[in-house]
């Protein structure tokens, strides 16, 4: 642009270019428009001014204010040959101004404009001229998909930039050429724009947010995804893709919530985007609503794949996505969306052989291809397919669909029963995996293997995805994606449930028992059985019904019944999305499955641990119901109340088998219908696992009896044990230290180690030396959250000198002792550790052979522990262990208990609520104590009613 000196715009041009030079747009916009009132009168330079304005406005990326201008130019210009140029070299400006602002149709539109202005009126376009047309091209091509074409018309505008020595420009192509890649899905690409840094363009920063999030770095992407979202020069076109971005993010990390929370915001940016037809069908996708394909390649497999989403499609939408997946068979054009495409191949095939085993008409031959077993075999080969393509493109998301699909149809394939062949049992060995007679199908595979090869592809997605939660910036959200990410376990138990929609209600229950006993107490079992190596526990493997039912009923047969009284036994289990609980009894079984997703429930359980992590925390909750409101949320999340509407009459005892976060429920304190507590209508009971319910039931009746044997070192803040009767050996203070072994060699003695004495030399010493049915240790405990090993029992002296830690209980010789009662604070916490189980003292009493234990799950005040476990082994003296359990609860909670807890007889809402008794469980066998005989046992429950009416009718 040339202008004379004398010319009065030359001052108001040089403090725009001032301001261009700070990277000041408004300023330098508002001396360009002083400079070109000033230069009206000069056709000439007035143009050259105009299309200057704009030029310095584009390269500032003041898009808004550019457009605003160039349109305002344009609106000057008159038509006319002598015009024809300038028109045409705003109009190439404007189509770049709208390719910038994400408008691609209309700049494409804009571009073929400009192109025949130039052309047929003005009869000339420049090098330059075709260069940014080829560019803004390019760009919309980018933006509407077609990566192909916009990757050839960048190629030509960098070749044409360089032939001009343009080398701002030819660079910036190269970074439209990586920004492309990016939005192909270019690993290495992303890889580039991802570590430039922070963009001063809006454009380039949704861009680097792709690119974030093509490398699995949600977190940051998001960070910038919201950055950009809240830049002032994002203009309307772009709001739409940033916001949908951030919406698929927030879900991506987990946290729908937020994500639903946009959706008012989400609705009104789609109807204002460029492309609105396109924004709402995205939009309605987004929202998991019914909605069109947009007719490109991967929106109608998305379509497809919405068709497949329901757990049980029906075969008119099975029919609809299988036609839409064969129709786009051959417009895939890259890796990724053959990967896609074989990873949509075979779900359908998948859902398809579901479909011939559950539908109602049998199997369906689905076009001559064979059926179920053909379903299965196209579906894995499509799978592997899926795998492969998308591992060449480093697609992880891809991958880790595919091998969990992968893995369900080889499960589906183990359990049915191969050509000529007959269902035999498995047994289970310890870590969970199934081993024993086998059988080989047609195609060679086995059940066992095809089992092996299930767990295979799971432990393979779950690595996949741990380290993509690697990835992320923060702990917390690390946190949080973990739990949403399904293991062996919860795939295993989820292709059971699925598998038993063809079967009735007893098999189907059956074979969720098996699935989720398998994956329980896979470690202890192994140590409470003795001298077990190998196969521990016999289960029937996946499709054999009648094996898993026969298992069931096995279990059920060992389970006390009567028609007044019987015990049940409740498996549940958290899975990503669903939680499942499984109930037998002697006569029923049933099923219940309520969709939660896990990373809500753990959240809830959390705040409800939070009410008790101390005890002036837990007073405060109590004041202000926060503990009972946090239980009935996490009782709802669950659905207990589900649960328990489909428990038989008869059923009055439950033995409860729950692993990872479900086992820190207490779930004697949930309310019932009615609202009593559930620990007060039902006797409860704690099991690691089915399979442990004989061995441990036979630890109990070998020993029966109530030889007793009392440790407390009575510290400050505990109450005296019970009252010392006449033929218990008592060693205190009072007596010699020596004295403490004397007692343990003299049979027939009960003893007692008080104050000083009750060391866990002592202890130890006691339990070697001779059988003690009931041991009850009453101290102050505590548990080390995040090493359960430093969890301890605090005994004297006071120091590290008499604590006991969990693994030195675990050496010490319980295998005489039928019934630990650990009257300590914490005792009963535990650390989850690989899987569902869980490690702490009650673990520990079990590896070294007790057959129950009493503890507490939080902080418990000592005059409520000490007289209600005092009133436990009253009732134990004639009731089973979990009935004499509930029995003390029960006068707790009613305020029957005596002067020690409530001061005076009756109810005082503050010492009977739930907290104060419903943190004591017991765990393992819930059978007698007493080695009594039934008559005995009725006469002992006849006296003490006796006694307790005498005691509370008073004198006369």
């Known amino acids: 642009m040339e202008i004379s000196a004398d010319h009065p715009a030359l001052p108001a041009v040089r403090r725009a270019e001032k301001r261009y030079e700070q990277g000041d747009a408004a300023g330098c916009d508002a001396e360009f428009a002083k400079a070109e009132q000033l230069a009206r009168r000069d056709p000439r330079l007035w143009g050259e001014l105009a299309v200057h304005h704009v030029s310095r406005l584009v390269g500032l990326r003041d898009l808004r204010s550019a457009g605003s201008r160039c349109d305002a130019y344009l609106g000057r210009v008159a038509v006319g040959p002598e015009r024809t140029r300038l028109r045409g070299e705003l109009r190439v400006l404007r189509a770049e101004i709208l390719a910038d602002g994400g408008r691609s149709a209309a700049a494409a539109r804009e571009s073929e404009d400009a192109r025949h202005e130039l052309l047929v009126h003005g009869g000339s376009l420049s090098t330059d001229d075709e260069a940014r047309l080829l560019r803004v091209q390019g760009v919309a091509a980018g933006e509407e998909g077609d990566g192909a074409r916009a990757r050839l018309l960048l190629e030509r505008s960098r070749e044409l930039f360089a032939r001009l020595g343009d080398d701002d420009a030819a660079a910036r192509i190269e970074r439209e050429l990586d920004r492309l890649g990016v939005l192909d899905g270019d690993q290495d690409a992303a890889r580039k724009v991802a570590d430039a840094g922070r963009d001063a363009d809006p454009a380039d920063e949704f861009v680097r947010g792709m690119a974030l999030k093509l490398l699995c770095r949600y977190e940051e992407a998001l960070h910038t995804m919201v950055g950009c979202a809240l830049r002032e020069d994002l203009s309307a076109e772009r709001r739409w893709p940033v916001l949908r971005e951030i919406a698929l993010l927030l879900r991506a990390l987990g946290q729908d919530e937020t994500a639903d929370r946009l959706k008012e915001q989400l609705t009104e940016t789609a109807a204002r985007a460029d492309d609105r037809s396109r924004a709402e069908a995205e939009l309605a996708r987004l929202l998991h609503r019914d909605a069109p394909s947009d007719g490109t390649f991967m929106g109608e497999l998305q379509h497809a794949l919405r068709l497949l989403a329901p757990a049980a499609p029906r075969r008119e939408k099975l029919r609809a996505a299988e036609q839409i997946i064969v129709g786009v068979r051959d417009r895939a054009d890259s890796e990724h969306e053959c990967a896609v495409w074989h990873l949509a191949a075979g779900e359908l095939e998948l859902k398809l052989a579901q479909a011939d085993r559950d539908g109602p008409d049998g199997p369906d031959d689905r076009d001559g291809r064979g059926g179920e077993a053909a379903g299965v075999r196209d579906a894995m080969v499509h799978l592997e397919l899926a795998i492969d393509r998308a591992e060449r493109c480093s697609r992880i998301e891809v991958r880790v669909q ?555």
Not at 453 to 467: Q, S
Not at 759 to 776: D, I, K
Not at 811 to 836: F, I, K
Request: some cysteine; aromatic content about 4%.
């Open 402 to 956: 595919a091998l969990r699909l992968l893995g369900r149809a080889y499960y589906h394939r183990s359990s049915r029963p191969a050509d000529g062949s007959t269902s035999e049992a498995r047994s289970t060995s310890a870590d969970g995996s199934l081993s024993g007679g086998n059988s080989t199908s047609a195609d060679g595979s086995t059940p066992d293997g095809d089992l092996s090869r299930a767990r295979e592809c799971w432990n393979e997605a779950r690595r996949l995805e741990e380290g993509i939660t690697a990835l992320q910036e923060t702990d917390k959200v690390r946190r949080e994606m973990s739990l949403t990410i399904a293991d062996t376990t919860d795939e295993w138990i989820a292709s059971a449930v699925a598998a038993g929609r063809h079967l009735s209600g007893a098999n189907a229950t059956a074979a969720l028992l098996v699935a989720m006993e398998a994956a329980r107490g896979a470690s202890i079992l192994a140590e409470i059985l003795p001298g077990a190596s190998g196969s521990v526990r016999a289960l029937p493997r996946p499709g054999d019904h009648d094996g898993a039912r026969a298992w069931a009923g096995e279990i059920a047969l060992r389970l006390p019944h009567s028609r007044t009284g019987s015990q049940a036994v409740w498996l549940m289990h958290a899975g990503t999305d669903h939680i499942h609980h499984a109930v037998l009894s002697w006569d029923e079984c049933f099923r219940v499955s309520v969709p939660c997703r896990r990373d809500l429930l753990k959240k809830a359980i959390d705040e409800f641990a939070g009410c008790w992590s101390s005890e002036e925390i837990l007073e405060l909750s109590l004041e202000n119901d926060d503990f009972g409101q946090s239980l009935d949320t996490v009782a709802r999340l669950m659905g207990v109340a589900q649960v328990l509407g489909r428990l038989p009459e008869h059923v009055r005892r439950i033995a409860v088998v729950a692993g990872g976060m479900l086992a820190e429920v207490p779930l004697g304190a949930v309310a019932t219908e009615g609202g009593e507590p559930l620990g007060i209508r039902y006797a409860l009971s704690d099991l690691p696992c089915l399979s442990a319910l004989a061995p441990l039931r036979r630890r109990g009746h070998r020993t029966r009896g109530f030889s007793r044997l009392v440790v407390s070192p009575r510290p400050e803040g505990t109450a005296r044990p019970a009252r010392v009767s006449p033929w218990e050996k008592v060693v205190d203070e009072a007596r010699p230290p020596e004295a403490a072994s004397k007692a343990v060699r003299r049979p027939r003695r009960r003893l007692m180690l008080l104050d000083r004495h009750a060391t866990p030399e002592a202890l130890g010493a006691a339990l070697s030396r001779r059988r003690h049915r009931l041991v009850r240790i009453y101290s102050h405990g505590k548990h080390h959250h995040t090493d359960s090993g430093r969890s301890k029992l605090q005994l004297a002296p006071e120091g590290p000198d008499g604590a006991v830690l969990t693994d030195e209980l675990q050496q010490m010789d319980l295998r005489r002792c039928g019934t630990l009662v650990l009257g300590a604070c914490e005792s009963g916490m535990a650390q989850l550790v690989g899987g569902d189980e869980r490690t702490g003292f009650v673990r520990a009493a079990f590896v070294a052979g007790a057959a129950s234990a009493v503890a507490a799950r939080w902080v418990a005040p000592a005059h409520v522990a000490a007289e209600l476990l005092d009133r436990f082994e009253s009732y134990a003296r004639h009731q089973p262990r979990d009935v004499a359990l509930q029995l003390a609860q029960r006068d707790v909670y009613s305020g029957a208990a005596g002067e020690g807890v409530l001061g005076t007889r009756g109810q005082d809402p503050r010492r009977t609520h739930f907290a104060n008794w419903a943190c004591w469980t017991l765990y393992g066998d819930s059978g007698f104590q007493t080695r009594a005989d039934p008559v005995t046992r009725r006469l002992r429950s006849a006296l003490r009613e006796f006694t307790t009416r005498r005691r509370h009718a008073g004198p006369r």
